[in-house]
Every structure is written in structure tokens, then in C-alpha cells.
Nanobody, 124 residues
């Protein structure tokens, strides 16, 4: 599976961005999809995941209520809608695909496929 992320940028605190990740290669619907982020000098941390059929989602506490993950099977794309952004959301955001039903932070070292990062910068 090849993953291509896009949609990052510079936004003021309180603003919104939508990240996209297009998957190609193996069957998109076979994988749970998700997002991690990594700020300079910090470890990569879990943000959100969605299961293979789109019916189950899971979020980090830090983004719950502000971020929404979704997937479009016709476009082989997973989205991360980010609202009410805060300066602490500033990081490189990485798309992930995995054979497990759902995943969280503990899976960071064993994720099947990673996309390249897209930078999100939130100014105060």
C-alpha cells in the first residue's frame, strides 16, 4: 500500500484544516486507516483511527471533539477534519494503514504502512 498525504498548512488558532490521504496498491477496504503526528523533539503520537468499514473510530483524548476521521471508499481516501486548532496541534501529520481492526498509540512501532508527513502549523 502506498499512502500520499496532503492538506497541511499554516492556520491561526481556532481555525480548521482538512488532511487527506490517498491509498493505492492493495485493497483499501482491507485496512484500518489512521493518523499520527510528530512534533520536533517529540515521539510520534496517535491521533485517530477508523476501521475497515468506516463504522468504528477512535481518537486521542487531546483531539476528541475537535478532529473527525472519515474514509471515502470510492476515492480510496481517508480524511482528518481538524477544527478549533490549537498551537499544540503543530506537528508533522502521518497517515497510516494497518491490518488490525483498529489501532492506537501502542501500535506506532508496528504499523504496516506509513505515508509521508504533511506539516500543520498553528499560530497563536
Amino acid at each position: 500500500v502506498q499512502l500520499q498525504a496532503s492538506g497541511g498548512g499554516l492556520v491561526q488558532a481556532g481555525g480548521s484544516l482538512r488532511l487527506s490521504c490517498v491509498a493505492s496498491g492493495r485493497t483499501f477496504s482491507s485496512y484500518a486507516m489512521g493518523w499520527f503526528r510528530q512534533a520536533p523533539g517529540k515521539e510520534r503520537e496517535f491521533v485517530a483511527t477508523i476501521n475497515w468499514d468506516g463504522r468504528r473510530t477512535y481518537y486521542a483524548d487531546s483531539v476528541k471533539g475537535r478532529f473527525t476521521i472519515s474514509r471515502d471508499f470510492a476515492k480510496n481516501t481517508v480524511y482528518l477534519q481538524m477544527n478549533n486548532l490549537k498551537p499544540e496541534d503543530t506537528a508533522g501529520y502521518y497517515c497510516a494503514a494497518d491490518h488490525r481492526p483498529l489501532f492506537s498509540g501502542s501500535a506506532v512501532g508496528t504499523i504496516d504502512y506509513w505515508g509521508q508527513g504533511t506539516q500543520v502549523t498553528v499560530s497563536s
